[in-house]
């Protein structure tokens, strides 16, 4: 015991001083970084100033012993509450202690945290000298001495700021913070689309949906043009912002050279401000939103949104709910009480002029109130649905029923013409509204600090030392102990074994454990798609291949259930379904391993120019011998359920695969479904079968209607709701057949001299088709979007039809 003995006193007597530091030699306020230089975060004089020192970049205090680097206003002078512009770490901010901002000799920047990982870097290379200086834009550059070429600048990865001349591209998007205290991303984004138009997005913890412009408007009905794909907008320094397509504004200020900034506020509101230098309030001078309830996301799910002039946005729980997060406001509210969809066990509560928009199950026109009732009891997901009298471009005096499957974007307008009714349990005693109203200011009253994973260091190493020796010589008797239990652990380990050496053997996959699935996919970070059942990540195993693995949402079911039905799907062989390679049943985790496919979905590629008619056809045919193989080849019968161009997947020479077909659905052949043996309808709006809504019986041939309206989509290029108000489409049919009523009016319409397919096909296609295959093909989906699933064709019977023209 000699040894540590002497090794204790040592720390003990040892000095924090004495411990050698590296001093930096950076001077107070510089205006360049050079190479092999760096920002030290414990020096508060570690920073750089703009030439007009307006600006400053440095280590900025987001938290308790929490650092982000950033940039700042600091004209007026500011201490800790400085005007944020833009942030490198928003989402990881670094330790208080040893994390520095570093340029390498070969050019790259990067930022360390606590000495030890990279958080951040600029992932840039030069062979040439290299220095790092703000502008008096606010612009943050690294650029080369000699040739001045820019290897990276701030302004091209935006936060939630744009500075006059920093412009937004198509590369670049806001991001908004997440309160006015917490400085991580927020769930409000601004960024072109692919159809050219600047949008406003809430991307919420439970749902997602655009707001601005309204997406009930064309875009030139909203004064946008989706016709120049430069997509660039840019706010000068006398305050004018213009977009490439057609949106612009004057602040109220126009002409003064001041201070500016355009930010995307964290509750979801885009504002220009502007102030005189060397005053230190900001003023709006714009703003995109004065009705702050018409922001989305407003309030959180299950609640509603009420604007009062003299005070701003109050929120509201929904009867029958309550405060999902005290401390966090904006997330909303959670039930109470589970609603049943039996009619007798629940009813609903009439809440006048409450509107509900977005995540309706289906639009029904001419319904009354007892037939929306009827309906909303019937399916077990409708929360309840809005009835009213006035739907745009419609004739009023007819009463509108939107199902409702979310409870979001809830506000109250007097000048509505409709109420929500609201599903709730009939045992419950009926509840007044004004009784239920909460006095809840969100986002801006649910601000909280961020929690950090650092504590502040004292400095005193000797006692932490000490601390840990102790701790360890503990743990060595611990370990002592435990070897006896790890002898019966390895026996009930090989019986396991052998027990997967069996499964293995009947499954011809594999089954991975969960921390090689989290490693392979670097704890899940990059996402490649979502969707009802689960998400998708991007992620390497072991031996190199590239795989695509699928999180299950659904975590609660049994592992020998789950073991039984990822058997079955196992064994499922053809070259148009998605190969599995394996699956992870570990504790609550449920995980599927798939083969990566290099050209992503059918959806990502329809709005490209890459697919011409050859693939196309191509995709319609494999498609349909994918699901025919499901329905008619394998042992099981295997019913997709949601069969729709997210899940069909094209590998780098298009090929089509069907995926997400595991778990759908696997039965004895021959057997019909009743909704009852659901859990829940199944399926996307849009693509889904009459069978769902009105409660029939399910067979495969609601697969067969999806594929049609698949094929509708990949010929005309629109999708099922036909997004926007069709000028021609006045036929008064619900929403998700818009698509499918518009190809078969143009086909009724044409006389037999016209060809009718030329007005509907899709523009990206181009003139290099053939009009015969294309009719035929036209007019097989149609035939699998007939009302009564007996008019339908199987799969089978649609393959041997497309193949016949794919041989001529």
């Known amino acids: 015991m000699a040894t540590p003995f002497i090794l204790i006193v040592f720390f003990l007597i040892r000095s924090p001083s004495s411990a050698s530091s590296s001093s930096s030699t950076f001077p107070t306020g510089s205006i360049i970084l050079n190479q092999r230089s760096s920002l030290s975060v414990e020096r508060p004089g570690h920073v750089l100033t703009s030439p007009n020192a307006i600006f400053t970049a440095g280590f900025y205090p987001v938290g308790d012993n929490a650092y982000s680097f950033a940039i700042w206003f600091t004209e007026p002078s500011c201490s800790n509450s400085c005007t944020v512009v833009w942030m490198a770490n928003r989402d990881l901010p670094v330790n208080g202690r040893n994390s520095k901002l570093s340029l390498l000799k070969n050019g790259n920047l990067i930022l360390t945290d606590a000495g030890k990982s990279v958080v951040w870097e600029s992932n840039t290379f030069s062979l040439s000298s290299s220095y790092l200086q703000l502008y008096d834009t606010g612009n943050l550059v690294l650029i080369t001495s000699r040739e001045r070429v820019i290897l990276w600048q701030s302004f091209d990865s935006p936060t939630d700021t744009l500075l006059p001349l920093q412009p937004l591209t198509r590369d670049s998007l806001l991001v908004s913070s997440r309160s006015l205290t917490n400085f991580s991303s927020g769930f409000y984004k601004l960024s072109f689309h692919d159809d050219n138009v600047l949008r406003l997005v809430y991307d919420g913890p439970e749902f997602s949906s655009a707001f601005w412009p309204d997406d009930w408007l064309l875009s030139r009905e909203a004064g946008r043009s989706s016709y120049n794909s430069t997509r660039i907008a840019l706010l000068d320094s006398f305050g004018k912002f213009t977009s490439s397509d057609n949106f612009s504004f004057f602040s109220a200020d126009y002409g003064q050279q001041l201070q500016r900034r355009l930010t995307l506020d964290f509750d979801g509101n885009l504002r220009l401000y502007s102030r005189e230098n060397g005053n230190g309030s900001w003023v709006i001078s714009v703003q995109v939103f004065s009705?702050?309830?018409?922001?989305?996301?407003?309030?959180?799910?299950?609640?509603?949104?009420?604007?009062?002039?003299?005070?701003?946005?109050?929120?509201?729980?929904?009867?029958?709910?309550?405060?999902?997060?005290?401390?966090?406001?904006?997330?909303?509210?959670?039930?109470?009480?589970?609603?049943?969809?039996?009619?007798?066990?629940?009813?609903?509560?009439?809440?006048?002029?409450?509107?509900?928009?977005?995540?309706?199950?289906?639009?029904?026109?001419?319904?009354?109130?007892?037939?929306?009732?009827?309906?909303?009891?019937?399916?077990?997901?409708?929360?309840?649905?809005?009835?009213?009298?006035?739907?745009?471009?419609?004739?009023?005096?007819?009463?509108?029923?939107?199902?409702?499957?979310?409870?979001?974007?809830?506000?109250?307008?007097?000048?509505?013409?409709?109420?929500?009714?609201?599903?709730?349990?009939?045992?419950?005693?009926?509840?007044?509204?004004?009784?239920?109203?909460?006095?809840?200011?969100?986002?801006?009253?649910?601000?909280?600090?961020?929690?950090?994973?650092?504590?502040?260091?004292?400095?005193?190493?000797?006692?932490?030392?000490?601390?840990?020796?102790?701790?360890?010589?503990?743990?060595?008797?611990?370990?002592?102990?435990?070897?006896?239990?790890?002898?019966?652990?390895k026996s009930r380990q090989m019986i396991a074994a052998t027990s997967e050496e069996y499964f293995l053997a009947a499954t011809g996959f594999r089954r991975f454990s969960y921390s090689e699935l989290k490693e392979a996919t670097r704890n899940f970070i990059e996402e490649i798609g979502r969707g009802a059942t689960g998400i998708v990540y991007k992620g390497v195993l072991a031996d190199q291949r590239v795989a695509a693995i699928k999180r299950l949402n659904n975590a609660s079911q049994g592992e020998a259930e789950f073991l039984a039905e990822v058997s079955t799907v196992g064994k499922l062989n053809h070259m148009n379904l998605i190969e599995m390679w394996g699956y992870c049943a570990d504790k609550k985790h449920r995980l599927?391993?798939?083969?990566?496919?290099?050209?992503?979905?059918?959806?990502?590629?329809?709005?490209?120019?890459?697919?011409?008619?050859?693939?196309?056809?191509?995709?319609?045919?494999?498609?349909?011998?994918?699901?025919?193989?499901?329905?008619?080849?394998?042992?099981?019968?295997?019913?997709?359920?949601?069969?729709?161009?997210?899940?069909?997947?094209?590998?780098?020479?298009?090929?089509?695969?069907?995926?997400?077909?595991?778990?759908?659905?696997?039965?004895?052949?021959?057997?019909?479904?009743?909704?009852?043996?659901?859990?829940?309808?199944?399926?996307?709006?849009?693509?889904?079968?009459?069978?769902?809504?009105?409660?029939?019986?399910?067979?495969?041939?609601?697969?067969?209607?999806?594929?049609?309206?698949?094929?509708?989509?990949?010929?005309?290029?629109?999708?099922?709701?036909?997004?926007?108000?069709?000028?021609?489409?006045?036929?008064?049919?619900?929403?998700?057949?818009?698509?499918?009523?518009?190809?078969?009016?143009?086909?009724?319409?044409?006389?037999?001299?016209?060809?009718?397919?030329?007005?509907?096909?899709?523009?990206?296609?181009?003139?290099?088709?053939d009009r015969r295959k294309l009719e035929v093909l036209v007019g097989v989906a149609l035939k699998c979007v007939e009302e009564c699933k007996d008019d339908r064709p199987t799969m089978s019977q649609v393959v041997e039809l497309l193949q016949k023209l794919d041989d001529h």
């Open 291 to 489: 009705q702050p309830c018409k922001i989305h996301g407003a309030c959180g799910p299950n609640s509603v949104c009420k604007h009062v002039p003299s005070f701003g946005r109050k929120c509201s729980c929904l009867p029958g709910y309550k405060i999902k997060n005290p401390a966090d406001l904006s997330l909303g509210c959670e039930p109470e009480i589970m609603v049943s969809s039996v009619e007798t066990e629940a009813t609903f509560i009439r809440l006048p002029h409450v509107e509900m928009y977005g995540y309706d199950f289906s639009r029904f026109e001419n319904y009354s109130l007892k037939n929306c009732e009827k309906v909303c009891l019937g399916i077990y997901d409708c929360k309840g649905f809005v009835f009213r009298f006035f739907y745009p471009n419609r004739p009023d005096n007819i009463p509108y029923c939107f199902l409702k499957l979310q409870l979001v974007n809830g506000q109250i307008k007097p000048n509505f013409k409709g109420d929500l009714y609201l599903k709730v349990p009939k045992i419950s005693p009926s509840k007044h509204w004004s009784a239920k109203e909460l006095t809840l200011i969100c986002p801006a009253g649910a601000a909280k600090q961020l929690d950090r994973r650092y504590v502040k260091s004292d400095g005193k190493r000797s006692l932490k030392f000490l601390l840990g020796f102790v701790i360890a010589i503990g743990i060595v008797e611990i370990l002592s102990m435990v070897l006896v239990w790890l002898y019966f652990i």
């Open 592 to 769: 599927l391993v798939y083969e990566n496919m290099e050209k992503g979905s059918l959806a990502k590629n329809l709005s490209s120019m890459e697919l011409d008619w050859e693939k196309r056809f191509k995709i319609a045919l494999g498609t349909a011998k994918g699901l025919a193989y499901l329905h008619e080849e394998c042992l099981e019968w295997v019913l997709h359920c949601d069969v729709k161009p997210q899940n069909i997947l094209l590998d780098a020479n298009y090929e089509p695969k069907v995926s997400d077909f595991g778990l759908s659905r696997l039965l004895s052949r021959g057997h019909e479904l009743h909704n009852s043996s659901f859990s829940k309808i199944r399926g996307t709006r849009g693509y889904m079968a009459p069978e769902w809504i009105f409660n029939l019986p399910i067979t495969s041939k609601v697969d067969v209607y999806s594929y049609g309206v698949v094929v509708l989509e990949i010929v005309t290029g629109r999708s099922p709701s036909m997004d926007g108000h069709d000028a021609e489409n006045g036929c008064g049919v619900a929403e998700n057949k818009r698509v499918v009523e518009w190809v078969r009016k143009k086909k009724l319409e044409a006389s037999t001299s016209s060809c009718w397919v030329e007005e509907i096909i899709d523009p990206a296609i181009g003139v290099d088709y």
